[in-house]
């Protein structure tokens, strides 16, 4: 099987098989990734993407679900995805259901029977990374496209039944705009009906365009105690019913529950841990987890 650039997975996907439908990233300009610099933007052909299917029993047994690799293995062709989900059908059965990164635009050339018809093969939450409703942020970190933009395409997929996850990058929007990041994301996600929103904290790396702009004052990091303010906000702003996850080694805890049914449990587990944090014990976590990425 071919992965170009290695396997790469949220933490709690990794009970799956996987399969490469992409080689590296359709837009890989975000200013703050480190991921998928080593190959030029691809689409597979289907050939080779049969060929995998075929060696998937070899490598993963007879996985229940498959995640799809490539920065936005979504990026393919509606036309490739469903042929993928069929041939997955044909050659390794026990697959129920077939998910992956991807990106707002991915879903720009896909109409809502489209997505309606992938739900009804086996395509299931999508890590769909929005990162903010802000486009100040959005503008900041170069995501390529609005909050507009993002919220009408999260309208179509919500219309067509197919279950999807979203994502939140705390801290974005640098010192001094968290609670406009965190109101503003809050509200992009507003009636929407996503399966869960799954958040991170952003850390700077050496070697990005982000920290360039860092190193020549362009740019000025969120303080830990900002980011824990942000993702409070965060928290206490959503309507949503869905599951909260802040599971990603980048987090400064880690926490799974149900909203709206744990929100006011979760918000007091925050502000405890905000009361017996100290700002300089939680600098040296982000110093350590940066050497990481």
Do not use: W
């Not at 920065?71 to 129920?96: N, Q």
């Not at 959005?138 to 395409?153: D, F, H, P, S």
């Not at 968290?178 to 996503?194: I, P, V």
């Amino acid at each position: 099987m071919k992965f170009a650039s290695g396997i790469n997975r949220p933490p709690y996907e990794t009970a799956d098989g996987y399969l490469q439908t992409t080689e590296g990233c359709s837009h890989n300009h975000c200013l703050f990734c480190t991921y998928f610099k080593d190959r030029q933007f691809r689409k597979s052909t289907i050939e080779e993407i049969e060929a995998d299917i075929k060696q998937i029993p070899m490598y993963f047994g007879a996985p229940k679900r498959i995640f799809l690799q490539g920065a936005d293995g979504f990026a393919a062709d509606y036309d490739v995805l469903m042929k993928t989900a069929g041939l997955l059908r044909k050659y390794v059965p026990s697959v129920e259901t077939i998910g992956g990164y991807a990106r707002i635009d991915n879903f720009y050339d896909k109409t809502e029977h489209q997505l309606r018809d992938m739900a009804a093969v086996g395509f299931a939450n999508p890590y769909i990374g929005v990162e903010s409703g802000d486009d100040v942020v959005l503008k900041r970190i170069n995501k390529g496209y609005t909050a507009a933009q993002a919220r009408e395409v999260l309208e179509k997929i919500d219309a067509s039944g197919l279950p999807y996850i979203v994502n939140f990058l705390n801290g974005a929007g640098g010192h001094g705009y968290g609670l406009e990041n965190a109101h503003r994301t809050a509200q992009l996600y507003d009636e929407l009906h996503m399966t869960m929103v799954n958040t991170s904290m952003l850390t700077v790396v050496p070697g990005t365009p982000l920290y360039r702009a860092m190193e020549k004052g362009l740019y000025i990091e969120s303080t830990e105690t900002e980011k824990l303010e942000e993702i409070c906000e965060f928290v206490r702003c959503l309507t949503n019913d869905t599951i909260f996850m802040n599971e990603h080694a980048s987090n400064l805890f880690h926490v799974k529950c149900r909203i709206p049914e744990q929100k006011d449990e979760l918000l007091e587990y925050i502000g405890k841990f905000m009361e017996e944090s100290d700002e300089k014990e939680l600098r040296r976590y982000r110093e350590r987890i940066t050497r990481a990425f």
